[in-house]
């Protein structure tokens, strides 16, 4: 079965840096396309970034262009995010998603997060 | 402020029909993106629910049902179940190759 398990979230002060990690089990890796997306405490998902099966196709919500990275190693089956920059509005629960095979804005499946909080 | 909106929150009793709005715009439903729906019961990930506008992943019951019309969309629940309360959230595209996601509502169970 599908299994995807974030890790690396925690607690960083305004202007640090955080990687956070996906591993993905029960599939084909190198087959999917793969996202996150967050969620502020209390509040509605966000998307983030998605990423094509070799890496070679990347977008970014306008929120996070230019400090966060989105990544794949396919060997490894895992997907990482390096978050940059971090700013107080950044804090949130961040999930992966598998992607649709059919559908590129589709979130199949979906870990069960990562918090994340940002705060001085 | 969500690209996509809905009602921040709707009620109905067990057994009753309630619907679920969700409103685009032509960047993207009135595009062509279809709309997909999740649901998040409380303190768990979301789940997907209905995808490409009307379709149920296996194990989804029939009870729930989409629909999209021009730059509107709505999930229907029949026979609402205690176990519904959750939020619901809808999905698309749009045209800057971009997710987006509707604000959320929460279903209550009266």
């Known amino acids: 079965q599908v299994q995807l398990v974030e890790s690396g979230g925690g607690l960083v002060k305004p202007g640090g840096s955080l990687r956070l990690s996906c591993a993905a089990s029960g599939f084909t890796f190198s087959d999917y396309y793969m996202s996150w997306i967050r969620q502020a405490p209390g509040k509605g998902l966000e998307w983030v970034s998605y990423i094509s099966y070799s890496g070679s196709g990347i977008y970014y919500a306008d929120s996070v262009k230019g400090r966060f990275t989105i990544s794949r190693d396919n060997a490894q089956n895992s997907l990482y995010l390096q978050m940059n920059s971090l700013r107080a509005e950044d804090t949130a629960v961040y999930y992966c998603?598998?992607?649709?095979?059919?559908?590129?804005?589709?979130?199949?499946?979906w870990g069960h997060g990562t918090l994340v909080a940002v705060s001085s | 402020q969500s690209v996509l909106t809905q009602p921040p929150s709707v009620s109905g009793a067990p057994g009753q029909r309630v619907t679920i709005s969700c409103t685009g715009s032509?960047?993207?439903?009135?595009?062509?993106?279809?709309v997909h729906w999740y649901q998040q019961l409380p303190g768990t990930a979301p789940k997907l629910l209905i995808y490409?506008?009307?379709n149920r992943p296996s194990g989804v019951p029939d009870r729930f049902s989409g629909s999209k019309s021009g730059t509107s969309a709505s999930l229907a629940i029949t026979g609402l179940q205690a176990e519904d309360e959750a939020d619901y959230y809808c999905q698309s595209y749009d045209i800057s190759l971009t997710v987006v996601f509707g604000g959320g509502t929460k279903l209550t169970v009266l």
């Open positions: 490409g506008n009307n």
């Open positions: 032509s960047s993207n439903f009135g595009a062509g993106y279809e």
């Open positions: 998603a598998r992607v649709h095979n059919n559908y590129v804005d589709l979130q199949e499946y």
